[in-house]
């Protein structure tokens, strides 16, 4: 498996699988959950509501994965996985592993080979960047490499992508 680094817009990945950093909803919000959705479309939204109406009708839970159709986005899937809140208190780091590991499990009952990821909880739920790339390296790195040809990093702005070029290689 290699995992690569990239700078830019995650709607724009032509992969099998773009992993969502979702709100609890499933249902559309802000940052990477908002853009998801407004590149992919309505059919996103649509698969969303049913899995709100079938088995997450309390929501998904937090470090949980599960797949829809990508809509109008180049990839086939969007796996959509709620990130935990930071807490200086509260060691959930656990929770932002199960992320990761989660969404490249369903990855692999889809068949998906290219799965790419955004930095989860990093922005708006506060996770401290350097923390957060090295625990999505580290638990990237310690799944089956047989599964996969490619996990990606897709980042926002340089400060992220430097942050996950020194996890990627120990800097």
Known sequence: MTVTLVRGDLTGQHVDAVVNAANSS????????????????????????????????????????VATTAGRLPARWVIHTVGPVWSASDD???????????????AAELGARTVAFPAISTGVYRWPLEDGARIAVDTVR???AGRFDEVRFVLFDATAHAAFEAAVTGR
């Open 142 to 144: 310690a799944q089956d």
């Open 92 to 106: 959930r780091s656990g929770l932002l592993a199960s992320c990761y590991r989660a969404s490249l499990e369903v």
């Open 26 to 65: 499933l249902l559309g919000g802000g940052g990477v959950d908002g853009a998801i959705h407004r590149a992919g479309g309505p059919d996103i939204l649509a698969a969303c509501r049913a899995l709100r109406a079938g088995r997450y009708g309390k929501g998904l839970p937090t470090g949980q994965a």
